[in-house]
């Protein structure tokens, strides 16, 4: 159900939003893993509500939790806001002393595929950034979802999910139905680009849409 990637220290941090994704993570690791969540809060409604929710989760699991907030840093003018939390985020995750796992799964390397390529340099998210792994890349979110359904793991749903006015979301509910009827096996396509060696590599991602 779930595919793991590579090897996962005994010892980890784990980057979660409260969605269906990373409490798939969380569930699956911790029970071989030592855990300690980490969550970045965005400061808004969505956030305030997932925050709440992943820290009553952890005190009552016993999970260790730490956090930061977005401390309202001025946006370059050539970013979008997606971006410019991204890498507010990511400097939170590279200043934590150990591996950051996050719950980066196929379905997020077939998009990042998609988009990456329309703008002529195909490039799928990379295993690593730094300390940050990402060993879901094989893993489709169905089956994130299906592990939730199954184990009875709790969730929160972030409304900004479904706002086209983000790239990363016109993508997923515009274009992949219409890009699935052109290759309805692009997932299998894009899994064989992650096991080449080169994905491997500890690069920037600069690729990659805001997660």
């Given at each position: 159900m779930i595919?793991?990637?590579?090897?996962?220290?005994r010892q980890i941090y784990l980057a979660c939003s409260g969605g269906v994704d990373s409490m798939a993570a969380l569930d699956f690791l911790r029970r071989s893993h030592e855990v300690i969540v980490v969550f970045y809060h965005h400061m808004t409604p969505d956030s305030t509500k997932a925050f709440d929710f992943i820290t009553e989760y952890c005190l009552a699991n016993g999970i260790k939790f730490q956090y930061d907030e977005f401390k309202g840093h001025p946006k370059p003018a050539e970013k979008s806001m997606e971006e410019h939390w991204r890498d507010e985020r990511y400097k939170f995750f590279h200043n934590l002393r150990g591996p950051v796992v996050t719950a980066h799964?196929?379905?997020?390397?077939?998009e990042?595929?998609?988009w990456s390529s329309m703008h002529g340099q195909s490039k799928t998210i990379p295993?690593?950034?730094?300390?940050?792994i990402r060993p879901f890349r094989h893993t489709r979110k169905r089956d994130l979802e299906l592990w939730c359904s199954l184990k009875n793991v709790p969730y929160v749903e972030d409304s900004s999910?479904?706002?086209?006015?983000y790239m990363r979301n016109f993508i997923r509910h515009e274009?992949?139905?219409q890009v699935l009827k052109v290759n309805p096996g692009i997932h299998k396509?894009?899994?064989k680009r992650l096991t080449m060696k080169e994905n491997h590599a500890t690069i920037e991602d600069n690729y990659e849409i805001a997660h």
């Open positions: 595919n793991v990637e590579g090897k996962i220290p799964h196929l379905d997020d390397c077939v990042t595929w998609v295993y690593a950034r730094g300390n940050v999910n479904y706002d086209r006015k274009m992949m139905p396509m894009v899994r």
